[in-house]
T-cell receptor, first 116, second 109 residues
């Protein structure tokens, strides 16, 4: 299947700093990518839809000024957590749609963010 | 987006066949049924996807009745490494995926 990577796989930062997470589709182009967050023992929660060349669409309750999304190319989307606080500590997962006859969505391995 | 309902947890033993059923009563004509597997601290892994009848790949089979209001993921001869959370999702083309609680499968030796 198609491969999606994320970088970094884990990051620890101080409260108040910003952290950027990259999501790449390695062997296919993706017009649409998604960002999720997952807390321990819970399901994935969709944060936003990232569209190449246009603004991201955020889910209700997700602060667009805090979670900045940039989808500058067909293989890269970035999520920047601005002014991170301990409550932002979570597992962030991206996914990308391989636009073929099946439009299957493939997920990255996730990024563990810990804010001290 | 059609809502899905699946058992919260299931237990099995190594070597057994496991069937996880998912209900999606409000599935629409253009919706596909997709199943993912997730291990702790990893992103979900695509298992199988179907529209109707039966789909089989090297990992699992997916059974979809004619009315498409439910589907069953079948894992043949599970092993300890199949212990994971399995998510059933219904989606339309490039629509976003909304995850439910999933089914936590525990395989015992």
């Amino acid at each position: 299947g198609a491969v999606v990577s994320q970088h970094p796989s884990w990051v620890i930062c101080k409260s108040g700093t910003s952290v950027k997470i990259e999501c790449r589709s390695l062997d296919f182009q993706a017009t649409t990518m998604f960002w999720y967050r997952q807390f321990p023992k819970q399901s994935l929660m969709l944060m936003a839809t990232s569209n190449e060349g246009s603004k991201a669409t955020y889910e209700q309750g997700v602060e667009k000024d805090k979670f900045l999304i940039n989808h500058a190319s067909l293989t890269l989307s970035t999520l920047t957590v601005t002014s991170a606080h301990p409550e932002d500590s979570s597992f962030y997962i991206c996914s990308a749609i391989q636009e073929d006859s099946t439009d299957t969505q493939y997920f990255g391995p996730g990024t563990r963010l810990t804010v001290l | 987006l059609a809502k899905t309902t699946q058992p919260i947890s299931m237990d099995s033993y190594e070597g057994q066949e496991v069937n996880i059923t998912c209900s999606h009563n409000n599935i629409a004509t253009n919706d596909y049924i997709t199943w993912y597997q997730q291990f702790p601290s990893q992103g979900p892994r695509f298992i199988i996807q179907g529209y109707k009848t039966k789909v089989t790949n090297e990992v699992a089979s997916l059974f979809i009745p004619a009315d498409r209001k439910s589907s069953t993921l079948s894992l043949p001869r599970v092993s300890l490494s199949d212990t994971a959370v399995y998510y059933c999702l219904v989606r339309r083309n490039t629509d976003k995926l909304i995850f439910g609680t999933g089914t936590r499968l525990q395989v015992f030796p």
